[in-house]
Structures are given as C-alpha cells and as structure tokens.
C-alpha cells in the first residue's frame, strides 16, 4: 500500500469494529429517514446476510425455524444462561468473551481448556469465529464432544460479519439448539443500537419469545440493521480490507488470522493472552480510514 501501518493504539486488547468512512457516510445519510420495517423481514434479511456469502459457509440455519430479534447477542446469552443455570454448569472455553463470566458468577460457571474437560452436565456457550483467537480454533472439537454427551450449545456468530474461511454445517450438531448473531462487531456505527437476532430449534418459552410475541422489539435498530445488510454483504469487510489488514500484520509482525479485527501476537503481547495461550491483538483501529 506504499505506507506502514504500524500498532499504536491502547485498545487493542478489546474487541472493536473497524471505524470506516463509507459505514459512517451510510450512517448519516439514513438515521433521519429510515422506514420501519417488520419482523419478518428484518429476520429474512438475517437469514439472506449469514448464508450468501462467498468467504465462508453456513450451511443447516433453515432447521432453526424460530426466530427472536435480541438486544445485540448479549440478551441471547441472558436467556440461555437463565434457562440452564440451575439444572447445568455453565461453561465457555478460556478466552471467549468475557460477558458469559460476568453472568455466570451468579451460578455454577466454569471454563475449560479444551473439549477433553466437557461433562454431560453442562451448558456451552462458544463463538465462531472464536473470539479468543480469531479461527476456528478447536470450536468443531468443541461441537462434536457436544454431540456426544448431549449437552446444549448457544452458537455465538458475532463475528460471523467479519471472517472468512470458516465452514459449519448445523445440522452435523444437533447440540446447537440457538444461533445468535449481531451487527455490533461489523459496523462500526452499530454498536449502540444493539441489532441483534436469534434463532432456534426448538420454542424458547422465555422473556425475549414473550416480547416479539407482542411486537416489544426495537423497530429503529431493526430498519438500521436491515438498512446495512442490505448495502454491505457479509463479506465485504473482507473484500474491502484484505491488502490493508495482510500490511498490517506484516508492519507489525502480527500472525494473520480468519477474523478482519483480530491478529496474533508473539511475546511483545503477552498481556494480550486470554486464555487460549494466543496473544489476541485487536488491530480495528489500524484498518480505519
């Protein structure tokens, strides 16, 4: 690109969306005439955004015939740790987000290192992308262990927006009762309005069900979302950012992973370490424009 593009920034321990003119343009020139949209197209607009991509595959989402909009993946989290926190150990794999812990103080909570330490009794949360490297890490390993013990699984996609080479077909994981998925971490503009979905197998008879039941769902962050899927596909950071973020990594001797916001780092990071013993290093800041 003919300039470096050198890590400077103090949040790069976070997880942030990459702050780009042309998201920001969009913003501006629709927030003062959007037009409301329904729940059925905002989750038909969902469904069309995750699966036509070319980057990656996500194949199985059509068995997941109910459909929530949530508060960003977060109030997806909320219901899901609610529903299994008194039968269940709740558990995560060490490094993935830090929100589940927050909860899970509350009640039986634990993580794990890796699919070896799962037993029958418990609830999984994961992302994919995996948020505490950026790949799939061992998240099918995961999965599979699942299957056989037949615990529960919340899919988190929050970065599903944002990478690339990740293939997952649902339906070889019947664990996988919920997907959840936000535009939080792929449009930089997004992160307030909190435009969120969920889907599952099954009815979830809980308070997100309750309130779209009655319409009580957030029409403006709905439009918004439905605003962007439509002009950003979901693999347009990528096909935007690709040469920028290949510099990046390489200017500062970052490890390239298959999410646009995270990079791997060697022992310069190590206080970037969040468990998966893989120093994450969010680089979003380095890609804005």
């Keep these: 690109m003919g300039q470096a593009i050198y890590l400077y920034m103090n949040n790069s321990k976070a997880s942030r969306p990459i702050p780009l003119h042309l998201v920001r343009l969009h913003h501006e020139a629709i927030k003062q005439k959007l037009i409301e949209v ?4 905002y989750a038909n607009t969902w469904r069309n955004w995750l699966t036509n991509t070319s980057l990656k595959k996500l194949s ?15 109030q997806a989290f909320d219901m899901f740790i609610l529903r299994h926190i008194t039968n269940r150990t709740i558990v995560t794999l060490k490094g993935d987000f830090q929100y589940h812990k927050c909860l899970g103080k509350f009640g039986n909570f634990t993580t794990v290192n890796s699919d ?22 061992i998240v099918k ?11 529960p699984v919340l899919l988190d996609l929050a970065y599903w927006g944002i990478s690339k080479n990740i293939h997952i077909d649902l339906n070889q994981y019947p664990c996988v009762l919920e997907v959840t998925s936000s535009l939080s971490k792929p449009f930089y503009t997004l992160e307030p309005h909190r435009v969120g979905i969920r889907f599952s197998r099954q009815y979830l008879d809980d308070g997100v069900s309750m309130q779209n039941e009655v319409g009580m769902q957030n029409k403006h962050s709905m439009s918004l979302g439905v605003s962007y899927m439509t002009k950003f596909s979901c693999d347009w950071t990528w096909q935007a950012l690709e040469s920028r973020y290949y510099d990046a990594c390489k200017y500062n001797d970052l490890t390239a992973t298959d999410c646009v916001i995270f990079a791997q780092g060697g022992a ?12 994450r290093v969010c680089i979003s800041e380095l890609l804005s424009d």
């Design 38 to 41: 329904t729940f059925d197209v």
């Design 60 to 74: 199985g989402l059509e068995e997941f015939t109910y459909q929530d909009y949530v508060q960003g993946t977060s």
């Design 116 to 137: 070896l330490e799962l037993t029958k009794d418990m609830a999984l949360l994961i992302s994919l992308p995996f948020s505490g490297t950026g790949d799939a890490y």
């Design 141 to 151: 390993r995961m999965l599979s262990k699942c299957n056989e013990l037949n615990i």
């Design 268 to 279: 310069d990071y190590a206080d970037h370490n969040r468990g998966p013993g893989v120093n």
